[in-house]
């Protein structure tokens, strides 16, 4: 990944090609009239910054503000940037332009551990130099970049005599759509939650200035045919970012900094200069599901890989005992968490070629009280040397749980000693937070894992902000409502599964655990703890390997629910990284279809919600010759019996299409490997 970073970098210093004319400077920016602006490298995006004053209910005087637009569309009006500092006046007004500088990169980078292996980085960049009129003469940078894909805005702290330690005690950092709007809101109205729970459809202005609404937020604006994401990316030692509405304006939101348990309410960020924030992201367009596919401009905006060597960082799928209970069936053992027990899974994980067995919490001596007492022990039912020796010895790594305050008591000892074990990655979790200490935590614990050759999975974590760019050896988290809730609940739902692709994946890996092999039609699911069920077809399920992106993925289910079973074919096969991604279509809360490539083979996921439905899908993506498609998808009666599963072949070529027809709460999982004819 890192070896190639920079490829065919072109940095140029822009002029006349960006906005026309020469570098702006604070004499000919025209100071409070003029705006000045970046549009992206197709022309369709542009993001304009300027100081002006603004009548109620804008706060008075000349302020900073900016606006997005597509296609020369109003996406945001003008929306009030700026930092309050605490003890100081607000980096928001009093301000003149000092200097400006324009540039563009056109570049790709490798990524062998994601959606796409070779990424455009191709943008038009804007620095604008602010400095206080008045003294203390305070200065801040604004820069702004506009991609094909999307813009994005962060504040520089210069260093500076004038600012050296400093508190945040809030962004005024304002998204004010530009017309009637509505999102899909996940709104926890806490910070300390695990980011879990349903994305309900919300309009803008319902959103009160006390909510706190976790990114991503996908807006749609039906009267323009635009849709928008905002996310966050490169979280660097910084608050994570949550909006709210804006008191008397509608379809506004303002931002919300997550703020740590034992600090006060104005005080989420420290730091001292020179300090970035992360970016503020905006997704633009008109359909929803390219957004899927250009999910890696949040990776473009993050810093390059820090590891020297990630040849021993390995994507791949995980046998887990955790979700089915520690069940098996016709074992001469008792199944559960036990020496016996974990061999039993890598015997299932060997015989099907999956590459981790992920042993959860259990294994490590716990208090009375049910907590983790000590992570360097492990207790004497469940041997966990051996089993990692065992799993060796059958070509399966071994993944282990811990909780994330027990590794942090311990972290360089722990992570030493599951080296020497042999372990080949650690699932942390419980930290539900993503204020400035815990960002700090997730950096720290993935820099000390890297240095032990440790993989890692977060769970109840925070969504993605380009972190795994920087330690690619963080394969995957989880910040999603996944299957587990179906083991007490109902809320996992075929709508919330084609909900998702379009919200929290935007900002990257999920770890949902799929692959139940109990699928309940309509009206026939039950919450059960042990061997627990799913809401939907088998070929939804089958489906979610291809949709779900997630380097590395659980195979979730006990080993007797797959043995002999239709559909663990596609499981064994699936890959979990790809070379390329298509969106084939799409809208939240109703269907989704994506192709991904691996070397010259295509997968194709679709799901639909709780509506049957027929899609015609282009397959103009493939490349030269002859495929063979192997589709698993919905049998006849898989309206009734949610298992049926009808497994077909055919040939196919570019230009075909794929006819698919997905039953209620059910999918398709294509299998297209090139046949005869000439190679890519």
């Known amino acids: ?61 000349e302020r900073l503000y900016y606006r997005v637009t597509y296609k020369g569309a109003p996406v945001l009006a003008d929306s009030p940037l700026g930092l309050d500092l605490a003890g100081a006046d607000a980096l928001d007004h009093d301000f003149e332009v000092v200097g400006s500088e324009k540039r563009s990169n056109d570049s790709t980078w490798e990524n062998a551990f994601g959606a796409k292996r070779t990424v455009p980085d191709k943008y038009s960049e804007l620095i604008v130099s602010l400095r206080e009129k008045n ?63 349903e994305y309900a459809r919300t309009p803008l202005k319902d959103i009160k200035p006390a909510s706190l609404v976790n990114l991503p937020l996908l807006v749609e604006m039906p009267g323009a045919g635009i849709y928008a994401a905002l996310l966050e990316a490169d979280l660097t030692d910084y608050a994570g970012l949550y909006v709210g509405g804006v008191a008397g304006v509608p379809n506004a939101l303002t931002a919300r900094l997550s703020v740590p348990p034992r600090r006060r309410f104005d005080q989420p960020v420290k730091g001292t200069t020179p300090k970035s924030t992360p970016w503020r992201v905006l997704m633009v367009g008109p359909d929803p599901a390219r957004f899927i596919e250009r999910n890696y401009l949040i990776l473009d905006l993050s810093a390059p890989c820090a590891i020297a060597d990630t040849s021993w960082i390995k994507p791949g799928k ?45 294994w490590a001596p716990m208090s009375e009280d049910g907590r983790i007492e000590d992570i360097l022990r492990y207790r004497p039912e469940v041997d966990v040397p051996a089993i ?6 059958k070509g399966v790594a071994t993944l282990l749980w811990v909780e994330w305050q027990a590794l942090g008591r311990h972290m360089d000892e722990a992570m030493a000693l599951y080296e020497k074990w042999g372990a080949a990655g650690i699932k942390v979790d419980y930290m539900n937070r993503d204020d400035q200490d815990m960002v700090d935590y997730y950096e720290k614990v993935v820099k000390t894992a890297a240095e032990h050759r440790l993989t890692v999975d977060f769970h109840g974590a925070y969504k993605p902000t380009g972190l795994r760019r920087a330690y690619p050896n963080l394969l995957t988290r989880e910040g999603v409502m996944g299957l587990e809730y179906s083991k007490w609940s109902d809320r996992i739902t075929p709508e919330y599964d084609v909900t998702i692709p379009f919200t929290r994946m935007l900002a990257g890996p999920m770890d949902f655990t799929p692959g139940a092999m109990r699928n309940a039609a309509r ?41 002999g079973q239709p559909g663990l074919e596609f499981i064994e096969k699936v890959p979990t990284v790809w070379d390329d991604t298509k969106a084939l279509g799409g809208e939240p809360a109703k269907y989704v279809a994506i192709a991904r490539r691996s070397g010259d083979g295509w997968w194709i996921g679709a799901m639909t919600s709780w509506d049957a439905r027929e899609l015609d899908l282009p397959l103009d993506f493939l490349g030269a010759g002859e495929y063979e498609a192997t589709i698993f998808g919905d049998g006849a009666d898989a309206a009734v019996e949610a298992t049926s599963l009808e497994i077909t072949k055919k040939t196919v070529k570019a230009g075909d299409r794929l006819m698919l027809k997905l039953a209620p709460g059910g999918g398709a999982a294509v299998m297209i490997k090139l046949g005869v004819g000439p190679q890519q």
């Open 318 to 362: 995980a046998a887990w005992d955790w979700w089915s209970g520690s069940y098996a069936t016709g074992v001469a053992f008792k199944p559960g968490m036990n020496t016996a027990t974990m061999k039993h899974y890598i015997d299932f994980a060997a015989r099907h070629k999956f590459e981790y067995m992920l042993v959860d919490a259990g």
């Open 135 to 197: 003294a203390p003469n305070r200065k801040m940078d604004v820069v702004l970049r506009a991609y094909d894909e999307g813009v994005a805005f962060r504040y520089v702290l210069p260093k500076q005599e004038a600012i050296g330690e400093f508190t945040i005690a809030s962004e005024m950092t304002g998204f004010y759509f530009a017309r009637d709007a509505s999102a899909f809101a996940l709104n926890l109205g806490r910070w300390d939650t695990s980011n879990e729970g």
């Open 1 to 61: 990944m890192n070896a190639k970073h920079g490829l065919a970098v072109v940095i140029v210093l822009m002029v006349a090609a960006l906005i026309g004319g020469a570098c702006t400077t604070a004499k000919d920016a025209g100071v409070g009239t003029r705006p000045m602006a970046v549009s992206s490298p197709d022309g369709s995006l542009t993001i304009s910054i300027a100081l002006a004053a603004k009548p109620q209910p804008y706060l008075a005087g």
């Open 388 to 393: 990692i020796a065992y799993g060796k010895s």
């Open 523 to 563: 009206g026939k699911f039950e919450a059960r703890d042990i061997a627990p069920m799913a809401q939907g077809t088998r070929a939804h399920q089958l489906a979610m390997y291809v949709v779900y992106e997630s380097p590395l993925v659980m195979v979730s289910d006990y080993p007797e629910a797959y043995e």
